[in-house]
């Protein structure tokens, strides 16, 4: 059994993780990538292409096999391209690590129908015919649940959409750590020091990324038009199209943040400026308000090509050499292991399995 140490408060670390599906677009840099390689810097990360949680709603919508393989690469050459190191973080694919899958399980086993069923975003995928969607995609939290835990991380860096899977997590740890208080003792822990309550990191003054085509939709890989997100493969020329092409309205631009009420692509659109290029927003209304939105735009392309076109060109460069990506995701997934493998045989032990 390991021998640990007095963990409370627990030893901080991350975990996070992204479906490999479509394309990755500038609301998922913004929103999560670059957050994530600013905390590889201070804390010990975890982040995972969850390709378990990727088939919960049917081939067609992840693709297939070939699919599938085509998205995990990808999803592992943007956080590269991004800026993560696999030298600092780990970085795998979840199915290479079994622990997952298996602590699901025992989490199927403490979970309750009732906590699943407030679940809002299987109500959303599942959509109107719901007797037709997988048990998988309605057990989608659990898995997710048990991705944290395995670790025994503390904190989540997430979307406010993933918040209310973080509160499950959270449940399922505290009623784990309450069901087996007196087998966690026998560890030489105290209840509450074997499962941590993994905290959500929610993106405080990170920008929400809308369309470029409606200012009030998030942007999203699956809004049929391309003209509504900037992908994280596009070339420059593409870039600046899409920035030029950006909806807008017909007032020029405000001075002052106040002014942006009302105006959602302005205001979507200054977003973007200030994120990229890490101003405030109400210094680009000094810079560019009163002013013809023809020429912010100019600038916004410029500021959008500057910053994501290398990401776009070391993305190729990676996905040129599968070899290599498949390589970081082994040794990301053997390190993984050596995290994971210990707590799992804990949980073991804890539930009573016969185990060596
Ligand atoms: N559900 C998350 C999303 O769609 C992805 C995810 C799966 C995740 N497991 C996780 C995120 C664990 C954080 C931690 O965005």
Same mark, same amino acid.
């Given at each position: 059994m390991t021998a640990y140490p007095r963990l409370a408060p627990f030893?901080?670390?991350?975990f996070s993780g992204m479906q490999p599906t479509g394309?990755?677009? %500038?609301?998922n840099y913004l929103g /999560?990538?670059?957050?994530?390689?600013?905390?590889?810097?201070?804390?010990?990360?975890?982040?995972? &292409?969850?390709?378990?949680?990727? &088939?919960?709603?049917?081939?067609?919508?992840?693709?297939?096999?070939?699919?599938?393989?085509?998205?995990?690469? !990808?999803?592992?050459?943007?956080?590269?391209?991004a800026g993560l190191d696999p030298k600092r973080a780990i970085i795998f694919n979840q199915s290479q690590?079994?622990?997952?899958?298996? %602590?699901?399980?025992?989490?199927?086993? &403490?979970?309750?129908?009732?906590?699943?069923?407030?679940?809002?975003?299987?109500? !959303?995928?599942?959509?109107?015919?719901?007797?037709?969607?997988? &048990?998988?995609l309605y057990d989608y939290p659990v898995l997710m649940a048990a991705d944290i835990l395995v670790y025994r991380a503390t904190h989540v860096p997430v979307g406010e959409d993933q918040k209310q899977h973080l509160e499950l997590a959270r449940d399922i740890a505290q009623k784990f750590n309450f069901d087996f208080s007196d087998r966690i003792r026998d560890l030489g822990?105290?209840?509450?020091?074997? %499962?941590?309550?993994?905290?959500? %990191?929610?993106?405080?003054?990170?920008?929400?990324?809308?369309?470029?085509?409606d200012g009030t939709k998030k942007m999203s890989k699956s809004d049929p038009s391309d003209y509504s997100r900037i992908n994280l493969t596009d070339d420059a020329d593409t870039i600046a199209l899409k920035v030029r092409k950006a909806k807008t309205d017909p007032e020029p631009l405000p001075s002052e943040a106040a002014g942006l009420k009302g105006r959602p692509e302005a205001e979507n659109l200054v977003t973007i400026y200030a994120a990229l290029s890490g101003d405030a927003p109400e210094a680009v209304l000094k810079e560019y308000g009163g002013g013809q939105f023809s020429r912010f735009k100019q600038a916004l392309g410029d500021v959008a090509v500057n910053h994501l076109?290398?990401? /776009?060109?070391?993305?190729?460069?990676?996905?040129?050499?599968?070899?290599?990506?498949?390589?970081?995701?082994?040794?990301?997934a053997d390190r993984a292991r050596v995290i994971a493998e210990p707590v799992y045989r804990d949980v073991k032990e804890i539930m009573g399995f016969i185990h060596r």
């Open positions: 030893q901080p670390r991350v394309n990755l677009h %500038l609301g /999560a990538l670059q957050r994530w390689v600013a905390m590889q810097e201070t804390h010990d990360c975890i982040y995972c &292409i969850v390709d378990l949680h990727a &088939i919960t709603q049917g081939p067609e919508v992840w693709g297939g096999p070939e699919g599938l393989r085509k998205a995990t690469r !990808e999803v592992t050459a943007a956080y590269l391209a690590v079994s622990g997952h899958a298996e %602590l699901g399980w025992v989490f199927n086993c &403490i979970a309750r129908l009732g906590w699943l069923n407030r679940m809002t975003q299987f109500k !959303e995928k599942a959509g109107k015919d719901r007797e037709n969607a997988s &048990i998988g822990l105290e209840s509450g020091e074997y %499962l941590p309550l993994p905290e959500p %990191l929610i993106a405080g003054p990170a920008p929400r990324v809308m369309s470029l085509r076109a290398p990401i /776009a060109n070391e993305m190729r460069r990676y996905l040129a050499d599968p070899a290599t990506i498949d390589a970081i995701l082994f040794d990301g």
